[in-house]
């Protein structure tokens, strides 16, 4: 069965200072889809990343990084020199392609509060 | 281009009524999935739909209804609401190609059951 498990419910920093949400997945399948989204205070969710399970480089887009680790389940998200406007909820997410279908299976979400 | 687009965007109704939220999707795109956001569960998949066929289904009783037109907008229903049917309900929209692109979401819909 998939399952997301994001254990950090709320964060709470100081602005510059760089934090990593955490994200555990589980699933039986060789082949999957791992995405990130953002969800700020206005509700609509935005997508920050995708990765499918055959790729383990590590990426980075600005700020953003994200860690994937196959040996431990895990596909980890860092915010370096954080800031205000990176306050919301954020996402991780599970896609298991079968039979084409993109149901995502979400984790519970991390809120992050960045403070001035 | 235009993003998704969820109507109504707030809706309050009473128990035992009936809704149908609307969803209509980025140009060019044919899948429409949607998902129900509470505080205590969270994100959960009800529906997905390709090419007006349903593609994929959550665990969500059959109260929760939904289709998909020709132009890939799509609508779900909710029949005899429940006050725990009380949620933000997001609509999500991709090519459809079976590999999961990033899903566009829409702002949701935002029912309160009273």
């Known amino acids: 069965a998939q399952k997301v498990t994001q254990a950090q419910t709320e964060i709470s920093v100081v602005e510059k200072e760089d934090v990593t949400l955490d994200c555990v997945y589980e699933?039986?399948?060789?082949?999957?889809?791992l995405f990130w989204y953002k969800q700020p205070p206005s509700g609509e969710l935005v997508f920050l990343i995708r990765?499918?399970?055959?790729?383990?480089q590590n990426e980075i887009s600005g700020r953003y990084s994200w860690n994937f680790q196959k040996s431990t389940s895990s596909f980890n998200f860092t915010i370096t020199a954080s800031q205000v406007v990176d306050s919301a909820v954020y996402f991780c997410?599970?896609?298991?392609?079968?039979?084409?279908?993109?149901?995502?299976?979400f984790g519970k979400g991390t809120k992050l509060t960045v403070n001035p | 281009k235009a993003g998704v687009t969820q109507t109504p965007r707030y809706l309050i109704k009473t128990r035992g009524q009936q809704v149908t939220l609307s969803c209509s999707p980025i140009?060019?795109?044919?899948?429409v999935s949607w998902y129900q956001q509470t505080p205590g569960q969270g994100l959960q998949f009800l529906f997905e739909?390709?090419?007006?066929?349903?593609?994929n289904k959550g665990n969500f009783p059959g109260r929760f209804s939904g289709r998909q037109f020709s132009n890939s907008r799509s609508e779900m229903n909710v029949s005899t609401l429940e006050l725990g049917d009380s949620a933000l309900y997001l609509c999500?929209?991709?090519?459809?190609?079976?590999?999961?692109?990033?899903?566009?979401f829409g702002p949701g819909t935002r029912l309160t059951v009273t």
């Open positions: 999500a929209s991709s090519p459809g190609t079976g590999i999961p692109y990033e899903q566009y």
């Open positions: 699933t039986r399948d060789t082949t999957y889809y």
């Open positions: 990765r499918n399970s055959f790729d383990e």
């Open positions: 997410a599970l896609s298991e392609p079968q039979g084409g279908s993109e149901k995502l299976v």
């Open positions: 140009s060019g795109h044919r899948s």
């Open positions: 739909y390709f090419s007006e066929t349903q593609r």
